[in-house]
């Protein structure tokens, strides 16, 4: 029989070694952005109990990350309003690429591969003309830009594959931004936010948009369940005493929902939704709030609130096999399942706003 290496090189003699894949780092569940305790920036890939599997250096603070659906390749993104997406061989830490916008442009913090990994998309600002734009670009070396199209409203933030894998859900926030005002939100007053849903080549196919007493309610942050169902969650811009509903639910081709309207423990989200997450049988959904320090469960059949946990800091969240997973800016990576929080791993170390799920 013949042995392992000797089946490699003949593989590899007639052009069939076999592709790199996540399996290679150890499979990697979750990317994560962060901050080491020497000020360093970083990209890490963590297990599904919350162990760092390996780290990259980033230039700068990241926000979140996209991985290529089957080769072990990450595209870090930096927290708005920044100009870098670092793509990064998981394997080596080998930078790939350094993506930049064209000018005029700046990164908005997300971004997906297609289905295919054939193109990566980003959410952008086009800053001198007020508007969110799609950046298309090559999903293979050099990872050079292609294209754009208009994402559908003002300030696109967060972006996902829609379910069925035809095209995109962006999460227009409706805020202005212009990099010479810094972080400063320049529309408020006239803010429209609203949920596209376009296909890749940029046509819109439905827009959702709340009430327009909402609309000082930023859509920020998005999660997708399999019948295609999209979890969104909102950053209040208005009055931080107002009592205003941060999580809700579209279903494409019906009226959104809002989660938990009338619960008074809603104002312990501090108006700030930082992540978003469906449990693995879509009968939960959670929020974050670091703003508030907790994470509050609904129930997506009856938009109930139904447990409440409190963790300083708490941003990053996706789905665990039992119920949810989420990370701190204090380092702590917890499971929340069967209405209790528990800590899987403490690090000293700042876990940034997003766990981004690998596959």
């Known amino acids: 029989m013949p042995s392992r290496r000797g089946f490699l090189a003949g593989l590899l003699a007639v052009g069939m070694a076999p592709a790199a894949s996540w399996a290679d780092l150890g499979s990697p569940a979750y990317l994560?952005?962060?901050?080491?305790?020497?000020?360093?920036?970083?990209?890490?890939?963590?297990?599904?109990?919350?162990?760092?599997?390996?780290?990259?250096?980033?230039?700068?603070?990241?926000?979140?990350?996209?991985?290529?659906?089957?080769?072990?390749?990450?595209v870090a993104f930096a927290r708005r309003p920044g100009r870098f997406?670092?793509?990064?061989?998981?394997?080596?830490?080998?930078?790939?690429?350094?993506?930049?916008?064209?000018?005029?442009?700046?990164?908005?913090?997300?971004?997906?591969?297609?289905?295919?990994?054939?193109?990566?998309?980003?959410?952008?600002?086009?800053?001198?003309?007020?508007?969110?734009?799609?950046?298309?670009?090559?999903?293979?070396?050099?990872?050079?830009?292609?294209g754009s199209f208009a994402s559908g409203g003002v300030g696109p933030h967060d972006m996902m594959l829609r379910a069925d894998g035809t095209g995109l859900v962006v999460a227009n926030g409706g805020i202005d931004t212009h990099p010479d005002s810094g972080r400063a939100k320049l529309n408020i007053p006239t803010m429209r936010p609203n949920l596209s849903y376009l296909d890749f080549d940029g046509q819109v196919t439905e827009q959702v948009e709340l009430d327009p007493q909402l609309h000082k309610n930023s859509i920020r942050h998005l999660a997708m369940q399999a019948d295609g169902t999209v979890a969104f969650a909102m950053q209040w811009q208005g009055d931080l005493g107002a009592d205003v509903p941060i999580v809700g639910l579209h279903k494409p081709g019906s009226a959104p929902r809002l989660m938990a309207a009338d619960d008074p423990r809603l104002r312990n989200l501090n108006g700030y939704g930082g992540s978003i997450a469906f449990s693995t049988d879509g009968q939960q959904v959670a929020v974050t709030?670091?703003?508030?320090?907790?994470?509050?469960?609904?129930?997506?059949?009856?938009?109930?609130?139904?447990?409440?946990?409190?963790?300083?800091?708490?941003?990053?969240?996706s789905q665990s096999t039992d119920g949810f997973i989420a990370s701190s800016g204090s380092g702590e990576i917890v499971e929340i399942a069967k209405g209790r929080l528990s800590v899987l791993n403490q690090a000293e170390l700042r876990w940034d706003n997003h766990l981004i799920p690998v596959i």
């Open 85 to 146: 997406a670092d793509v990064i061989d998981c394997r080596t830490g080998a930078q790939l690429a350094r993506l930049e916008p064209p000018a005029g442009h700046h990164f908005y913090g997300h971004g997906v591969f297609t289905p295919d990994g054939s193109l990566l998309l980003t959410t952008e600002n086009h800053f001198e003309a007020g508007r969110g734009i799609i950046g298309v670009w090559d999903g293979t070396a050099p990872y050079r830009r292609i």
């Open 289 to 317: 709030s670091p703003r508030g320090g907790v994470v509050q469960v609904m129930d997506t059949a009856s938009g109930a609130l139904t447990t409440e946990h409190h963790l300083p800091d708490v941003c990053g969240l």
């Open 32 to 74: 994560s952005a962060g901050k080491a305790a020497d000020g360093s920036f970083f990209l890490a890939g963590l297990s599904d109990l919350g162990t760092l599997l390996f780290s990259h250096p980033l230039p700068g603070r990241g926000h979140a990350a996209t991985a290529h659906p089957t080769r072990p390749i990450a």
